[in-house]
């Protein structure tokens, strides 16, 4: 039966988990699939985000089912549109602790186009980017030359420049050097200092 083992990988996944119907093509078509997952729905079991989007709630003894982030969100919504997606400028720079400013809509910079997605009480929204903005997306490096960016050639100082470190491992670090022959070229010296910055 496709709904039980629909549910079964759901269950697995654990709660919090985001699923468009692409997720599960491997158990039946696509017509089966979407049956499938609205019946769970209406049972209860999972929730319907959106068209196209479910999740199985995490659930709180207060306050019943939980939202999920913006950031999970916006993730699924780039899996199932098979999109890249790179946190805009200001939250790069909140998510690295170089600004207080939470933006008061997530935004995210994505090759898909530009369009806004409303979950609940939150708004998300995707900007279409050339691939020069979207360097290092899905990466910690990505965030970076976002929150670079955001700071802007002339306010990059050591406390910038060790606060980004910090945040870095050997591994990240790496692919920072790696994606960095495609970045602005004021860019390079800074994350020379970050690379080097054991």
Do not use: C, E
Not at 104 to 113: F, K, L
Not at 172 to 192: E, F, G, N, T
């Amino acid at each position: 039966m496709i709904t039980s083992k629909i549910k079964q990988r759901i269950a697995g996944k654990g709660r919090g988990a985001i699923f468009a119907p692409s997720d599960f093509l491997d158990i039946g078509t696509r017509a089966s699939v979407d049956q499938a997952l609205s019946r769970l729905a209406d049972q209860g079991v999972i929730r319907r985000l959106m068209r196209g989007l479910y999740d199985y709630p995490k659930q709180s003894a207060r306050f019943g089912p939980l939202t999920p982030s913006a950031d999970d969100i916006a993730r699924a919504v780039a899996r199932k549109d098979n999109q890249v997606l790179q946190p805009s400028p200001a939250m790069a720079a909140n998510q690295l602790g170089l600004s207080t400013q939470v933006p008061s809509n997530p935004t995210y910079m994505t090759d898909g186009p530009t369009r806004t997605k409303q979950i609940g009480q939150q708004v998300i929204q995707f900007r279409n980017a050339s691939p020069k903005t979207l360097v290092g997306a899905g990466q910690m490096a990505g965030t970076v030359f976002q929150a670079l960016r955001y700071v802007g050639k002339d306010s990059v100082d050591d406390q910038v420049i060790d606060k980004i470190a910090r945040a870095l491992d050997a591994k990240d670090r790496a692919q920072l050097v790696k994606q960095s022959k495609h970045i602005p070229a004021w860019m390079h010296p800074v994350i020379r200092q970050i690379a080097a910055h054991a």
